[in-house]
């Protein structure tokens, strides 16, 4: 079967010296990227214009950055235009992107409308779709780094494999791409879900046909004709599962818990609406707005009010049953914890697909495999020539963390010993200079995490202004501090549909705890992060 495990991420084409076409294949959308400021067509889209790769890494910077997704780049810029150059961005893939590069799987797009998943500050007037498909997002990111002359900061290839707090120079010792480096400052946006979750299922590595996660998409395997058995529902599976359903010969869905499913109310963007957009930028805007205010109110009824949830279950057991009409297949399908207890899924081929005569949902998750044959907790039996993972990813164990050494040596995964927390969903007592991007609850189950990503930079560009005004040489957050903060977010929690639902999500570590997601307002975050409250942190001198 190979070494599906250590498959690395897709790289991007035209990194790797291939073509676009290969990748917007994939997706279906033509790529097409925003405009320049002076609004001449831009360039752009993965695979049409080749930088070389960074030179050498500096011995020492003011602020490293791992990661070149949403967070990485948005750092980079806010960076910038706060007229700090002294920065690097270290990205272990060959590309920028995250997110949006390594997920090529056929159908994947953002389930936020795109006017309000991208920057505030960067609009893209050209978005096809109101929900964009993967290249279009990759090809949006890609342009963005042009944009904002982040190329010269950006390590490409760059793997950090350790970053080490020195006391005695009051900086971090980072190891990337196999080079030293120090910095005063690591900002850690390594991506809240870019580390695939790979099951443990007995047999599953001596499988003899192909086996791939979702997020590291096998585009050599042939799926056309034959048969496939795709694990998990979650967000990933009701994308992958409309595309490949008229090609493959089976179709087998192993399905441990069904997901609520909204209808994606998708369209075209038209060039007349473009147009507009790119011509009145307060059109655009007030089209942001109008997405991020149809949302807001929302996180109200999974924090505080479940019951207001009930509404919407409604739409969605309509929406069932109007699309699968075969009450054994409804009833398999049928949640039964309170929607927005797991992420609440867009789609409107979803269901359509699960009733073709090539597919069988199989009411339980995958318990073994035994040579080509697939078998579930409740003991079906299948023969499949392919498995895709459509698992996840580890949201509540980040890699990263172990890789990350405070003062004491120890790790953030030690620190955190499978609990993560973090104050202000930004900084950790015993890891000074550390910011993370998207750290622990900070998770949105309503909205853009664009917007949650944008409060934190604000908070980070305190955090950096704070120690040039004082002349401190690091900032360590105070335990106390942390554990108010952490008092308030598990307050919050104990009435949310999270906790009060009926369900175990991704959302949940091992003890229970959901330590992904903020209980609370974008705009309550934004206020909680819009500036550093210095008595929050103890002042490491030189
Ligand atoms: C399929 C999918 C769809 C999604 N759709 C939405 C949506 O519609 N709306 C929404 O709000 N959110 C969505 N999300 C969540 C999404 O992850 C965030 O919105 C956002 O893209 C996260 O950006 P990031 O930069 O923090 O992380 P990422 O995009 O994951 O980027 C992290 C980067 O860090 C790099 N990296 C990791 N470790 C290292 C290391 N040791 N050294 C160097 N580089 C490293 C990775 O290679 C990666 O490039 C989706 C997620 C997935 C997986």
Known sequence: MGDWRERPAPRKARDAGGTAPERAGAGGAAVRGPVDADGAAARTGPGQAT????????????VAIIGAGFGGLGAGIRLRQAGMTDFVILERAASVGGTWRDNTYPGCACDIPSHLYSFSFAPNPDWAHSFSRQPEIWGYLDDVADRYGLRGHLRLGTEVTEARWDSGLARWRLRAGGVSLTADVVISAAGPLSEPRLPEVPGLADFPGEVFHS???DHGARLDGRRVAVVGTGASAVQIVPEIQPTVARLVLLQRTPAWVLPRRDRVITTP?????????????LARLGNYLAREPAFGAFVARPGILKAAQRIAVRNLARSVPDPVLRAKLTPRY???CKRILLSSDFYPALVQPNVEVVGAGLARVDGRTVIAADGTAQDVDVIILATGFRAVDAPMAGRIAGTGGVTLAQAWGGDMRALRGTTVPGFPNLCLVIGPNTGLGHSSMIHIIESQLRYILDYLATLDRTGAAALDARRGAQERWCAGIERRMASSVWATGGCVSWYLNAAGRNTTLWPGSTLGFRRATRHLDASEYDVITA
């Not at 930088?51 to 003011?62: C, D, F, N, W």
């Not at 609406?273 to 805007?285: G, L, M, S």
């Open 273 to 285: 609406e473009k147009w507009v957009y790119r011509h009145v930028p307060p059109a655009q805007r």
């Open 51 to 62: 930088k070389a790769h960074a030179p050498g890494l500096p011995r020492h910077v003011r």
């Open 338 to 340: 309170v929607m927005g």
């Open 215 to 217: 997020a590291r998409w």
